[in-house]
């Protein structure tokens, strides 16, 4: 079972920034496509930004040019920098880990993001 935990949410300004971090289990950590998922009160889950494991990168376009996904395979950690950040932006912010061979898919508890001013 492969464990996923968020961390660096917050509440923020419009405008402001924060760094959302994920850390994932297993010795596959290299391998797996990982992806951060936002819900808002009332919405269904989206896709946010997701990364793959040779490092290519996919942003909804709401978040293009504002939000950057990265990963270190070393520490076992992937990254969302948050930009410019809006009201919209307002979620519980999810982390997650897929693998198709072994199969993987993995979430953690989710990571409070509040846009207010």
């Known amino acids: 079972q492969v464990q996923v935990v968020e961390s660096g949410g917050g509440l923020v300004q419009p405008g402001g920034s924060l760094r959302l971090s994920c850390a994932a289990s297993?010795?596959?950590?290299?391998?797996?496509?990982m992806g951060w998922y936002r819900q808002a009160p009332g919405k269904q889950r989206e896709l946010v930004a997701s990364?793959?494991?040779?490092?290519?990168?996919n942003y909804k376009d709401s978040v293009q040019g504002r939000f950057t996904i990265s990963r270190d395979n070393a520490q076992n950690l992937v990254y969302l920098q948050m930009t410019s950040l809006q009201f919209e932006d307002k979620a519980v912010y999810y982390c997650?880990?897929?693998?198709?061979?072994?199969?993987?898919?993995?979430w953690g508890q989710g990571a409070q993001v509040t846009v207010s001013s």
């Open positions: 297993g010795s596959l950590f290299r391998l797996y496509v």
């Open positions: 997650n880990a897929e693998l198709h061979l072994p199969r993987v898919n993995s």
């Open positions: 990364i793959t494991r040779g490092g290519s990168t």
